[in-house]
């Protein structure tokens, strides 16, 4: 028979081997946690140098492409024209710099596939191009649309010698939008009362929850003509008397290839190796277009896949396969 006082000495042992199975277990955990931050603190210190590595090293920056013989200077123009986006105007203007003060250029290709973008960004990169011209009056620059060359993206093709496309091409669109939304019914059914603090009586005045007023329309359609005026202008004084006298030519509407020929738009179809062989006489062609340096390029990619893998561990990202 067990006695009261064997017992409670079996209790008190098996509360400290308990104590003892605690202790242990929180040491175990607490390793393991300073296991794992110390294989972060080793990934961070990883990337650390090779980021370093990237920064001292010639891969590591954001340039050109270096020739080695007579060439035809390639400078692609892809995507929405605006600022810090690839077909930015300091991304274009660099790369046409450098493509003009290559010794061994003997003409330059802007090869365009872009619906346009800022009329900002567009002039800039309009009014560098008649610089270089000038600057440079020996080397040619020719303008080669594939897809699309619309709106800003046409407003700085005006500006080389020659515009270039495909039968299929899509050329034009010279005008100028703005759009937005009115929710001011939505807010009054919802009950929902718009308060909206100015100093300057037409500060919100393109504020979509408020009701149009006939004089501040009428002002922002003068602001879209006033630009509008100025891209016919520029496309004008590029193209001279090439241009075709038609009532739509201005109204926004984009052709083919084949129609924007025969409104004066381009001077014949071609592609940008068949214009560097058979008008610039330089078949090799050298990319001068500005790229994300491998840094950049890391840095992004490091970036999205870290976004996308704590996304998907809140329970915030979609089906993946793995």
Known sequence: MVSGEQRREAKEDAKAWKLLENTLTASLQEQRRSRR???????????????ALLLISPFGKMGAATSVGPHTAVIEVRGVIADQEEASADNLVGALREAFEDENTKG???RINSPG????????????????????PDIKLYA????????????IASAADEIYADKASLVGSIGVTAASFGFVDTMEKLGVERRTYTAGEHKAFLDPFQPEKPEEKAFWQQVLNT???QFIDSVKAGRGDRLKENPDLFSGLVWSGEQALE?????????????????IGAEELVDFTRQESPLQRFTR????????????????GGPQLR
């Not at 931050?37 to 980021?51: A, D, N, Q, S």
């Not at 409104?263 to 008008?279: E, K, Q, Y």
């Open 263 to 279: 409104l004066g738009l381009i001077d014949g179809l071609s592609s940008t190796s068949a214009v560097a062989r058979d008008v």
């Open 227 to 229: 630009t509008h005026q």
């Open 301 to 316: 990619q490091l970036g999205a896949s870290m976004g996308a893998e704590l996304a998907t561990r809140a329970g915030l």
């Open 144 to 155: 080669v649309i594939t897809d699309l060359g619309a709106s800003g993206a046409y407003y």
């Open 37 to 51: 931050w110390g294989i972060f603190f080793k990934t961070l210190t990883f990337v650390y140098l090779f980021v």
């Open 117 to 136: 973008g800022s009329p900002v960004q567009s002039g800039y990169v309009y009014d560098e191009i008649k610089r270089l011209r000038a600057l440079h």
């Open 108 to 110: 330059v290709v802007l």
